[in-house]
């Protein structure tokens, strides 16, 4: 083997996967979350075919579930089939979310693709005009809960002038995480191959410089969660070690922020904060300006504006607004909350102090607040009947405090803050 | 600060009213009945809180013109100030101004902080109606008492309505058993997608049929078309072998008819090359026969042009005799006359010099006759003078010259001897003298003798006249002119008018004599003229004469008789011309035709029948035949070189056709050996076998298609519902109302817990802060029933407030008296004002009458609760009651009386 290789590292496409947490009303929003896995999987092809990849490396979860949709099986194919007409080569370790048991179409993929089997660590060499350039070596998951160490099955052919090694897993078991396929770094270090491209973590990380273990994140931000950039990892590799680039394959960024409300006194100087902070997400998208984002917005601090924001529908109204704003900016962002947070500007304390009604509130609540049992059964008497009404999978569990606390403020704020009928 | 006055500018029946200056503390205002009490009262709350709009429950103590007006003057120690409410929307417009001290723009606010309209009618400002009220808003749910301590506390709101609202709010998400609420929308809608995602799934769930089913037919796929080739291998190669097979019988059965029909071919063609019979010896004279044929054209044309020259020569004889004849001239005339130019010259020059010669004569003849009569009056003229004169001389002039010299010398002689006459013009003679001028002048000009000498005749007579009138005087006569006299024949006498006149008539004889001779010479010279013309004229004739005889012409004939001979005799010899110009064209073209005709005869003789002699109009028929009879024979020729053409290539072919034959036959039976068919072996077997393989290839084929039409239908249906893009809309739908509802419990639970909250709050307070106001009140009602009360309670589950009496007996406000009813009421009004602290703590407490259901003790009881109240509130109280005012006057020192009259007349 000699020469150098480069190649295009992905992992959790997660093809059509249902987006949650997110409230998309308007229909170009819903059109492009719809499409955006695959659109993602589209501008991964295209990154390949830009850069003239040698192959694609997908390292588990191409598919978002065991019994994935049709579309994205022949979706997939359709772009196996471009990646084999432009003569670049796919290998695929199958995940926790589409493992070997998965069911599958039965569609038959282009010839220049290779999964990697289920059974063992799989040793294939990369050819490049019948000279072998680089062995891969990987392993598919059988079932979805694969807890077996594969890591330790994986070891470098001495003859190997560039290894690679393709694995789905929770390298140091990530709380968070599935317990899949857990590893620690020295188990693949041991491997001794030039390059770990690794799946399962959808945030992209480096875990190791000498040799590049690397996490290349998904190619899709699937909640408002998972905010940021998002794509794959370009990488050429020689026997000096390898060059890492990282490009963006989202169609549609999430976005999170946190505007403070303190010092603005009504809901048109709220809105202004809110448009500034929409059109600093327009300007700045992570490596990939020019992409549509959703936005979240947490309205924070205490504020002259709460008493505005706590009126009926004033927060709908506000929202409504703004999201027309998003829409029309280019990439469009699309605001899926704003979160009322602030607080009125009433000094706790000062009426904590005192002999009156809202002290007696305000003592209510402190009492309440300091009685976690308590606090947790008076919410829990009036969550009851409206958590009963939901299904289980509906169901979660209130943030007892924070409802006491936004209860006493909006109370306070609606006794002392309310203008005089 | 305290309300001084009050004040109705425009205000129902008030207009123009003032009630004060009020108390600081207790004011009574006495007044009948219609004096405006209850007026005052409700106009104090409507400029604090603003009027009534029409339509209202409440009087709106409307004015015309420019609205209601009123005014409320406060005072306190830093000055006065003036709150004025006009008319306007919303209540009207309140201004504040200052009397006194600065100006408090926010007054009314300061005044009602914490008081509402509602609660300041009910607690501040209240008649017997409104006594009831504050239990009946308790029981609907406003509670004046809570309100009132949140205005104490400073809240601007009570308690009670933000719980209100706050339960609305929570409500309005989900109310346990409420319908339409937005929880059970959500959810109702959670439940849809869900339902339909089921749906989906269960689809889902047949497309997994489908692809298992799928996987296995894609594995049987290989093996089928495996077969399928093979058998379709076998079945092209038989199907090759049996269709070349079929096709080289079929060539081989073609080249077998073709050669039948390639030799039948040869074989007429021979036979027709046989039947030809070729004219060798046409054909060889062909070449000259056809010059011949060419020229003959020509000599065909050339007889008929023959035929049609004789009848134009017969046409020339004929007319030859007819202008001889016309003519009149025998033919030496013709042969000599007319054969040159110079007679026609000549004709034309007798003609013009004869006609010239003629006109002379007969011009000259006339001069002669003109001469001859002028002479004659020329002769008559001179007579006539002379006679008078008596000259009767042969020479007539040498008289008169003899007379005028002896006139002269007796006019000399008088002019020497008598002197000179007086000259004087006699005017006829001038005019005669001058017309004699004219006329002689014109008739030389104009050759006119006559005239001229007439004039001349004139002239004379002028002159004589004019000397005779010279000669009037007469003189003395010498010698020689008597002399004189005697040659004149004149008297001695004569004077010198008649020297004049003689010597007129002597002047006139003289012109008279010269004109006579003059046409006596004239009339000679003409008479000359005329015999030389005659000569000439003769003369020319005789010559033309001469002329006409030379030519056999005659004598007699005219230049323009021989002028129309001559003109017959040039036709007669032009058509004599054309006759022999064409006898001899005749004659020369006959004989060109005749040596055609010779050599055609010669040539064509041999090969046709040809007339002898042959003639002129024979030509055409045997030129035709002959024609006709060699294209025949080189058509025969070509023909059989046709023949001798085609014939070679048949051979040619011929021989190829049996080697494509022989190449055929070989080929069938290397097919049939290919497939183990030797001896023995058809193209039926290799057919049969043929056969076989296509049901082979059928059965494999039907197996195949069916694999591959059920793998397509699968992977159609799959694909199908690869397209649908439902599910994905329907979990982010879903991903949205999760959404929503999570939120909506949410808001659900901060609104109800904040409402709870409040609830607890107020029941804390109700607990712990409302006794003392009940217990005020309790103390006031006691003091009010003289003890007969003891204490009061007011519930929080409950509406109604209970009164304990001495025996502890509790009895709910509903089971008291009208009386005691009011006094409990008027006692909590009390109560709450005096627990109230700072709130409303400037607003005059108004009572209109509130206590006429009173018995008079618990009256005396209830003004010295007013009157303690008084102590610390301002109070007005009205009243029409004279005695309630004198209760007030003895039980409250310091009371102000105010006494009001009734309104209008």
Same mark, same amino acid.
């Given at each position: ?48 075919i ?31 089939a471009?990646?084999? +007409? ?12 589409d493992p ?24 294939v ?16 998951f ?5 807890? +077996? ?10 003859g ?19 317990p899949?396929?857990?590893?620690s ?6 491997a ?8 399962h ?10 040799p ?66 929409v ?22 601090g205490?504020?002259g ?6 009126r ?12 027309g ?53 008076y ?36 006794l ?6 | ?22 108390s600081?503390?207790?004011t ?20 604090l ?22 005014r409320?003057?406060?005072e306190?120690?830093?000055g ?19 009397l ?9 606010? %300061? ?11 009910i ?13 009946e ?25 933000? #719980? ?52 296995l037919?894609?594995?049987q ?34 080249? %077998?008819?073709?050669? &039948? ?21 046409l ?40 202008v ?51 002479a004659?009056?020329a ?43 007086a ?16 006329a002689?002048v ?5 050759r ?6 007439l ?21 003395? /006569? ?7 006299? #005697? ?22 004889a ?13 009339h000679? %010279? ?28 005659s004598?007699?004939l005219s ?15 032009m ?13 020369? #073209? ?27 109009d ?25 023949l001798?053409?085609? &014939? ?21 039976r290397? &097919? ?20 076989a393989a ?28 690869a ?7 329907l ?33 804390r307070?109700?607990?712990?802060r ?31 407030i ?6 502890a ?20 009004? /009390?109560?709450l ?5 700072a709130?409303g703590?400037?607003l005059?407490? /108004? ?5 006429v259901?009173?018995?008079p003790?618990?009256r005396?009881?209830a ?7 008084? %102590? ?34």
């Amino acid at each position: 083997m000699s020469g150098s290789v480069r190649f295009v590292h992905a992992a959790d496409l997660h093809l059509d996967a249902p987006f949650k947490g997110v409230d998309a009303e308007d229909p170009r929003v819903r059109a492009a979350l719809i499409a955006a896995t695959v659109g993602a999987l589209d501008t991964l092809v295209e990154v390949c075919i830009e850069r003239r990849a040698d192959f694609l490396v997908l390292a588990g979860d191409v598919y978002n579930s065991m019994d994935a949709p049709l579309r994205t099986e022949f979706a997939f194919r359709d772009a196996c089939a471009r990646l084999d +007409a432009a003569g670049i080569r796919v290998f695929v370790a199958r995940g926790n979310h589409d493992p070997a048991s998965s069911r599958s179409a039965g569609l038959a993929l282009p010839a220049n693709v290779h999964v990697f089997s289920a059974d063992e660590v799989e040793r294939v060499v990369y050819e490049r005009e019948g000279r072998p350039i680089c062995a891969l070596y990987g392993r598919s998951f059988r079932t979805a809960a694969e807890t +077996a160490n594969f890591a330790a099955g994986y070891a470098r052919d001495p003859g190997d002038e560039l290894a690679i090694g393709v694995l789905h897993t929770n390298v140091g078991d990530r709380p968070g995480h599935g317990p899949y396929a857990p590893c620690s770094i020295g188990d693949l270090r041991a491997a001794h191959m030039d390059y770990w491209a690794l799946g399962h973590i959808h945030k992209p990380e480096v875990l190791s410089q000498d040799p590049p273990i690397v996490y290349s994140g998904c190619t899709q931000g699937l909640h408002p969660g998972e905010t940021g950039d998002r794509g794959c990892t370009v990488v050429t590799l020689d026997r000096h070690g390898a060059t890492l680039e990282r490009v963006s394959t989202a169609r549609v960024v999430w976005a999170a922020a946190t505007v403070s409300a303190v010092g603005l006194d009504d809901i048109d100087a709220v809105r202004g904060a809110l448009l500034a902070e929409v059109d600093r997400v327009v300007r700045d998208t992570g490596t990939a300006p020019g992409t549509p984002a959703v936005l979240r917005i947490d309205l924070t601090g205490r504020s002259g504006a709460h008493a505005a924001l706590a009126r009926p529908k004033a927060l709908d109204d506000l929202l409504a607004d703004i999201r027309g704003a998003g829409l029309s900016r280019d990439p469009w962002v699309w605001v899926d909350r704003v979160r009322d947070r602030t607080m009125p500007a009433i000094d706790l304390d000062l009426v904590r102090s005192g002999s009156d009604f809202a002290a007696d509130l305000v003592s209510l609540a402190d009492s309440l607040l300091a009685d976690s049992d308590a606090l947790g059964a008076y919410v829990g008497a009036l969550a009851q009947p409206i958590l009963g009404t939901l299904d289980s999978k509906d169901l979660f569990e209130p943030d007892a405090r924070d409802i006491i606390e936004r209860a006493r403020d909006l109370a306070l704020d609606r006794l002392m803050a309310e203008e005089r009928r | 600060m305290r309300l001084r006055r009050i004040e109705a500018v425009r205000y129902g029946r008030l207009a123009g009213a003032t009630l004060g200056d009020l108390s600081d503390q207790l004011t009574v205002v006495l007044g009948p009945n219609e004096a405006g009490k209850s007026t005052y009262t409700s106009l104090v709350r409507h400029v604090l809180f603003g009027y009534p709009a029409a339509g209202r429950k409440e009087p709106g103590y409307f004015t015309g013109g420019d609205g209601r007006l009123a005014r409320l003057v406060f005072e306190d120690g830093d000055g006065s100030w003036v709150v004025e409410r006009s008319e306007g929307p919303h209540g009207g417009v309140v201004r504040t101004r200052a009397l006194a001290g600065v100006e408090r723009p926010d007054l009314v606010d %300061e005044l009602t902080q914490g008081v509402s309209a509602l609660a300041y009618r009910i607690v501040f400002g209240f008649g017997l109606d409104d006594m009831a009220a504050i239990e009946e808003q308790r029981a609907a749910g406003d509670d004046v008492l809570s309100r009132l301590y949140a205005a104490s506390a400073g809240l601007r709101v009570s308690p009670h309505e933000v #719980r209100a609202a706050l339960e609305k709010d929570a409500g309005e998400v989900y109310t346990p058993g409420g319908r339409k609420r937005e929880l059970n929308t959500l959810l109702a809608e959670l439940r849809a997608v869900r339902t339909e995602e089921r749906s989906l799934k269960a689809q889902t769930e047949a497309y997994s049929t489908d692809r298992e089913r799928l996987s296995l037919l894609r594995e049987q796929l290989p093996e089928l078309r495996d077969t399928l080739e093979r058998s379709r291998a076998e079945l092209t190669a038989l199907a090759v072998a049996v269709d070349r097979g079929d096709e080289r019988l079929a060539a081989i059965d073609t080249q %077998e008819e073709s050669l &039948i029909g390639l030799r039948q071919e040869r074989r007429r063609l021979i036979e027709e090359l046989d039947a030809i019979e070729l004219d060798e010896a046409l054909l060889g004279a062909g070449p000259e026969l056809d010059a011949l044929l060419d020229e003959a054209p020509l000599y065909i044309e050339q007889a008929r042009e023959i035929a049609a020259s004789e009848a134009s020569l017969a046409k020339a004889s004929a007319r030859v005799g007819d202008v001889v004849g016309r003519s009149g001239l025998d033919e030496t005339a013709l042969s000599m006359f007319g054969d040159n130019h110079d007679d026609a010259s000549m004709i034309e020059e007798t003609r013009e010099a004869l006609q010239r010669l003629q006109l002379q004569t007969d011009n000259r003849a006339e001069t002669v006759a003109r001469a001859a009569a002028a002479a004659a009056q020329a002769r008559t003229a001179a007579e006539r003078v002379l006679v008078p004169l008596g000259i009767v001389s042969e020479d007539p002039a040498d008289a008169i010259a003899e007379r005028l010299a002896a006139l002269e010398a007796l006019e000399a002689s008088r002019a020497d001897a008598g002197g000179r006459a007086a000259r004087s013009f006699d005017a006829p003679s001038l005019i005669l003298l001058a017309s004699g001028v004219v006329a002689i002048v014109t008739g030389v000009l104009v050759r006119e003798w006559t005239t001229a000498g007439l004039g001349a005749v004139l002239v004379v007579i002028g002159l004589w006249f004019l000397v005779r009138a010279r000669a009037g005087v007469p003189t003395v /006569l010498d010698d020689d002119a008597r002399v004189a006299l #005697r040659v004149l024949g004149l008297e001695q006498d004569a004077g010198t008018l008649d020297l004049s006149r003689m010597r007129r008539s002597l002047e006139a004889a003289r012109t008279a004599v010269a004109a006579l001779e003059a046409a006596t010479a004239a009339h000679d %010279e003409a008479v000359r003229d005329a015999a030389l013309a005659r000569g000439a004229l003769e003369t020319r004739m005789a010559l033309w004469r001469s002329w006409l005889a030379e030519r056999g012409l005659s004598p007699d004939l005219s230049p323009a008789g021989a002028a129309t001979a001559l003109a017959s005799a040039r036709e007669a010899r032009m058509a004599r011309q054309t006759e022999s110009e064409l006898r001899d064209d005749i004659a020369r #073209r006959i004989s060109a035709l005749d040596r055609f005709l010779e050599r055609l005869a010669v040539a064509a003789t041999p090969h046709i029948e040809v007339p002898s002699p042959m003639t002129r109009d024979a030509l055409p028929t045997v030129v035709n035949r002959l024609r006709e009879r060699l294209v025949e024979a080189r058509a025969r020729a070509a023909r059989a070189e046709e023949l001798r053409r085609e &014939i070679r290539p048949a051979d040619a072919r011929i021989a190829a056709e049996e080697e494509r034959l022989e190449k055929a036959r070989a080929d069938v039976r290397e &097919i049939l050996e290919r497939f183990g068919l030797f001896e023995g072996g058809t193209l039926e077997d290799l057919r049969l076998r043929r056969h076989a393989a296509e049901r082979d290839e059928a059965d494999a084929s039907a197996a195949f298609e069916a694999l591959v039409g059920e793998i397509s239908a699968l992977e159609a249906r799959l694909e199908q519902g690869a397209r649908e893009q439902r599910s994905a809309e329907l979990s982010l739908t879903e991903a949205g109302l999760v959404e929503r509802v999570t939120d909506a419990v949410d808001r659900h639970l901060v609104a109800a817990c904040a409402a709870r909250l409040l609830a607890d709050a107020q029941q804390r307070y109700e607990r712990e802060r409302q006794p003392e106001v009940v217990r005020e009140a309790g103390r006031l009602f006691s003091t009010m029933t003289q003890g007969r009360y003891q204490s009061l309670t007011v519930p929080l589950d409950s509406g109604r407030i209970e009164a304990f009496d001495c025996q502890a007996a509790a009895r709910t406000s509903d089971l008291l008296s009208r009386g005691t009813a009011e006094q409990l009421y008027l006692a909590i009004r /009390l109560g709450l004002i005096a627990r109230s602290g700072a709130v409303g703590s400037s607003l005059p407490v /108004l009572m209109d009458d509130v206590l006429v259901n009173f018995d008079p003790e618990r009256r005396t009881g209830a003004v010295e609760a007013i009157a303690q109240l008084a %102590e610390e509130r301002q109070v007005v109280f009205f009243t029409c009651h004279p005695e309630t005012a004198q209760v007030f006057r003895d039980v409250a020192d310091g009371c102000t009386l105010l006494e009001i009259g009734r309104i209008g007349p």
